[in-house]
């Protein structure tokens, strides 16, 4: 019976998502319409450790359904990915986030790179480079301006083909970037054929970076490994002082994290940059 009702749950949410997906496509967001509710975006800035200024956004994922309220990635991209479902809402992802970035251009923000997380079925499907520069095209956004975040396990599922995508989207101006690094599998070798920018330490060793030892070094052997390979790096899940102090002391040029903001709507990302820019 267990199994049959987590069957019966999975199904309930896969209907759901399809609804949310389509009610998103219609355009009927924050409307009562859609009674599965549809699919937002959050922005995270992504502040230079140096001067402590806003130089990017990462776009986070928002399910907001009249029920449950604002549903967590965690709890639907993974039936999203099995689904299939990944596609159209990944392909969502990128041109809302494309449209917003140019919004904020055309409003005289500084320049702001907005970042977006591709999972692998979406990564791995054929058009995606071509979606891509559809939703650049469409917003008008300079390529510059979009990085997409991309995880070593994602790459290593088809090593030669995953480089091979990365270097039409780096040729295209899109930079890329490895989450979550030092949780998946890559060798240092193959690491050095990504065409990428920027390495992002995982919020699991960032959590304990004030007292654990193993996660001080983990964090040190990244940053100068990432310099090395004249990478920036970005450390995830900065929630204190204490974590900033040791990032910035030991040269870590970006964080983002609780300490700074959460993730938040469009407009609070105007507003901060209008404080920043009073002063
Ligand atoms: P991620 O890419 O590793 O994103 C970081 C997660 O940490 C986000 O959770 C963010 O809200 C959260 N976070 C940020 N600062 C802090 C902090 O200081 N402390 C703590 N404890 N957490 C912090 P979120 O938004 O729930 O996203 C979870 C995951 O879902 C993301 O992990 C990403 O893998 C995935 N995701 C989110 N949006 C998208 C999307 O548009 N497409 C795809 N494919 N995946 C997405
Ligand atoms: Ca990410
Ligand atoms: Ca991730
Ligand atoms: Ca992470």
Known sequence: REMNASVEEKLVLLDGLRNAVQATLDGVAGSPHGAHGNFRLLYQPKIDLKDGAIFGVEALIRWQHPEHGMVPPQRFIGLAEESGLIVEIGDWVVREACRQAQAWVDAGLPPVTVSVNVSARQFEEARLVERVARALDDSGLRPELLELEVTESLIMRDLQKSVAKMRELKDMGVSLSIDDFGTGYSSLSSLKTFPISRLKIDKSFVSELAD????????????????????????????????????????????????????????????????????
């Open 212 to 279: 654990n030892p193993d996660d001080q070094a983990i964090a040190m052997a990244v940053i100068s490994l990432g310099h090395k390979l004249n990478l920036r790096v970005i450390a995830e899940g900065v929630e204190t002082e204490q974590q900033r102090a040791f990032l910035r002391e030991n040269e870590c040029d970006e964080m983002q994290g609780y300490l700074f903001s959460r993730p938040v709507p469009a407009d609070e990302i105007e507003a901060m940059f209008d404080r920043q820019m009073a002063g």
